[in-house]
T-cell receptor, first 114, second 115 residues
Framework: DGGITQSPKYLFRKEGQNVTLSCEQN?????MYWYRQDPGQGLRLIYY???????QKGDIAEGYSVSREKKESFPLTVTSAQKNPTAFYLC?????????????FGDGTRLSIL | AQSVTQLGSHVSVSEGALVLLRCNYS??????LFWYVQYPNQGLQLLLK??????LVKGINGFEAEFKKSETSFHLTKPSAHMSDAAEYFC?????????????FGKGTKLTVNP
């Protein structure tokens, strides 16, 4: 079955450590997205990519970095500069970056601070 | 700026009762609108989308939503709630920004269904 796979499901970070969240899709979608979800805050866009080797900052990109070297993969690194990283992180993809295309979501990674 | 407001962070209904989840948007042009559902510790699943073809949109699991331009609303309804409908629901509007198009989500409404 086609879908989006996020790993790991749970992740713990020590102070000063960078961690990378994996997102892989086999839907042949061009566009991919990373969101952060906090209780009562909805989803906030971190980064998005509409094609390979290109990505743009979302609303809360500070303290995060991404790469898009392959169409199927869009990993997110939470750097030590992100002072409040505890959240639920969701990866999504869509056929294209056009606004009438729905986004398909993975099951998320929950990041906590040790 | 385009945005979406969900009225009521928590809604509680009895099993078999009408479900009404409210969503209002702000947009200078006719928007594309979406409703998603999220079950605990899972990602979001698309319930339905409005892309200007018809004002009444039917989705999965018996849900539907009506686009009302005059009220800038896109409320989600289901005639009879089921226990399995308990989840968090998000309304989203598409926006164009800096030559790119992306979704802006409301803060969500958590639906509780009482037996």
């Amino acid at each position: 079955d086609g879908g989006i796979t996020q790993s790991p499901k749970y992740l713990f970070r020590k102070e000063g450590q960078n961690v990378t969240l994996s997102c892989e899709q086999n839907l042949n979608h061009d566009a991919m997205y990373w969101y952060r979800q906090d209780p009562g805050q909805g989803l906030r866009l971190i980064y998005y990519s509409q094609i390979v080797n290109d990505f743009q900052k979302g609303d809360i990109a500070e303290g995060y970095s991404v790469s898009r070297e392959k169409k199927e993969s869009f990993p997110l690194t939470v750097t030590s500069a992100q002072k409040n990283p505890t959240a639920f992180y969701l990866c999504a993809s869509s056929t294209s970056g056009y606004s009438n295309q729905p986004q398909h979501f993975g099951d998320g990674t929950r990041l906590s601070i040790l | 700026a385009q945005s979406v407001t969900q009225l009521g962070s928590h809604v509680s209904v009895s099993e078999g009762a009408l479900v009404l989840l409210r969503c209002n948007y702000s947009s200078s042009v006719p928007p594309y609108l979406f409703w998603y559902v999220q079950y605990p510790n899972q990602g979001l699943q698309l319930l339905l989308k409005y892309t200007s073809a018809a004002t009444l949109v039917k989705g999965i699991n018996g849900f539907e939503a009506e686009f009302k331009k005059s009220e800038t609303s896109f409320h989600l309804t289901k005639p009879s709630a089921h226990m399995s409908d308990a989840a968090e629901y998000f309304c989203a509007v598409s926006v164009s920004q800096g030559g790119s198009e992306k979704l802006v989500f409301g803060k969500g409404t958590k639906l509780t269904v009482n037996p």
